[in-house]
């Protein structure tokens, strides 16, 4: 079966809109990342040259973000300045040998301004849930996709304080193709699913969001797509060494994303999508600056 294609993308680059941030550590390091940009990052690696829309602030860490995006060949046209306000940070602590995580208010990010975009350019306009926290950077999303008329990929992603039910359900009734896990499945249905409940009610809050494509992934047990006609589980991808799973999630977002700008079908977006997020769990970090990591598997798709 192939990807529904009443709202198929039409040829041009993916928008991705939303944070971009960095994990600060006790020890004083930072690791760059945001759903968001992790995606972007990506989609430049597979070739898709993403226009990423953002906001950072006037500050050591915006220059850090503009210098790498320029490394990797990220369009940073897009990428705004804002000098009342920092570039975003999440505070990373260690309790127990487990991360915990703050994310700080009034971020950069959270101040996106409406980009003057051309629909006639762009395919889709992908974004998260967080970026939705602040009413100037929702304006922002809204606005974009109410003068493109683009259709709108909604990654949940639920970050206690910063969400709120009525919201984020609000937001996936906007959007064509959404993505979430397990554990956000159940927030939003409000009650604890089994393991043989999840197709149906999965399906059931597809229907009721008027959604073209509802994806559900299961950590380490793969991952289900429902589209209406037809609903497809895709096996867990074997990692043998895992480096840690920090950005997974979005790694198997872009592959989505990629599958929908490139036609295929549920079954082998579903199944490449594990596979690059599984790759990605065998390396510290969200991201990549080895380009034959994306030449590999790109060529290996093709092959297959």
């Known amino acids: 079966m192939v990807i529904p294609d009443s709202n198929t993308p039409s040829p041009g680059r993916p928008i991705v809109f939303g944070e971009v941030l960095f994990d600060c550590f006790p020890d004083g390091s930072s690791v760059l990342g945001g759903a968001p940009f992790n995606v972007a990052w990506h989609l430049q690696g597979f070739g898709m040259y993403p226009l990423f829309v953002s906001r950072i602030g006037s500050d050591a860490l915006g220059e850090q ?7 990797w060949g990220m369009d940073s046209s897009h990428l705004q300045r804002d000098a009342e306000h920092p570039t975003g940070q999440v505070e990373v602590r260690i309790e127990n040998g487990q991360p915990g995580y703050t994310i700080l208010p009034e971020q950069a990010y959270d101040f996106i301004e409406p980009p003057p975009v051309v629909a006639a350019d762009f395919s889709l306009v992908y974004h998260g849930s967080l ?4 009413p100037v950077s929702r304006a922002a999303l809204n606005h974009l996709c109410e003068h493109t008329r683009l259709p709108r990929f909604m990654d949940v992603n639920l970050r206690s304080p910063w969400w ?3 919201s984020v359900m609000d937001d996936l009734r906007r959007a064509c193709w959404v993505k979430l896990n397990d554990e956000e499945l159940d927030i939003l249905l409000q009650r ?3 393991r043989p409940e999840i197709p149906s009610a999965a399906e059931q809050l597809r229907a009721d969001a008027g959604l ?3 994806v559900v992934t299961l950590g380490a047990d793969g991952a289900w797509v429902f589209t209406g006609s037809c609903a497809q589980y895709g096996e867990p991808v074997r990692v043998d060494e895992i480096a840690d799973t920090v950005g997974a999630g979005d790694a198997f977002s872009a592959v989505v994303l990629l599958g929908l700008l490139s036609g295929w079908s549920v079954s082998v977006t579903l199944q ?6 599984a790759r990605i769990c065998r390396q510290r970090g969200a991201t990549s600056l080895d380009r034959s990591l994306y030449g590999g598997f790109l060529q290996r798709w093709r092959d297959g």
Do not use: C, N
């Not at 970026?131 to 602040?134: G, L, P």
């Not at 490449?272 to 997020?277: G, K, M, S, V």
């Open 192 to 194: 604890r699913l089994s």
């Open 131 to 134: 970026i939705t926290r602040s």
């Open 164 to 166: 709120e039910h009525a």
């Open 272 to 277: 490449r999508a594990l596979e690059f997020a």
């Open 65 to 71: 973000v503009l210098d790498i995006m320029q490394r």
């Open 212 to 214: 073209e494509m509802l």
